[in-house]
């Protein structure tokens, strides 16, 4: 669903405290979720194969897409079973509008 910008509608911030759940609402009433990378985890919190590539299949199942902010979080291989990652997800035009973002940095 569109949400945001798309919907020409401003930008409000919801965070619920668990991913299924703020996943759940983005994909039900449109917008982007995220989960950055911060000083104190540069890697960022949520674990690749288990919380990121999971739902990041749905929400591109869907339509929409999941991006570590640099790219395609179904494209990162692996490196350990408890991998972290930076995680946003969402409208795949909020998503990519997002990335236009970070890629400046």
């Not at 917008?31 to 990121?52: M, T, V």
Request: proline share 6%; charged share 20%.
């Amino acid at each position: 669903k569109k949400g945001g910008a798309e919907a020409g509608s401003p930008y409000s911030a919801r965070y619920i405290g668990s991913l299924v759940g703020d996943f759940h609402r983005t994909m039900l009433y449109g917008g982007i979720y995220g989960y950055p990378a911060d000083a104190k985890n540069p890697s960022g919190k949520l674990r690749l194969l288990y919380e990121c590539a999971p739902m990041s299949f749905i929400a591109e199942q869907a339509g929409g897409a999941g991006s570590s902010g640099r790219g395609r979080i179904l494209d990162i291989e692996p490196d350990k079973v408890h991998q972290r990652v930076p995680f946003f997800t969402g409208s795949a035009n909020e998503v990519k509008y997002l990335e236009s973002f970070l890629a400046a940095k």
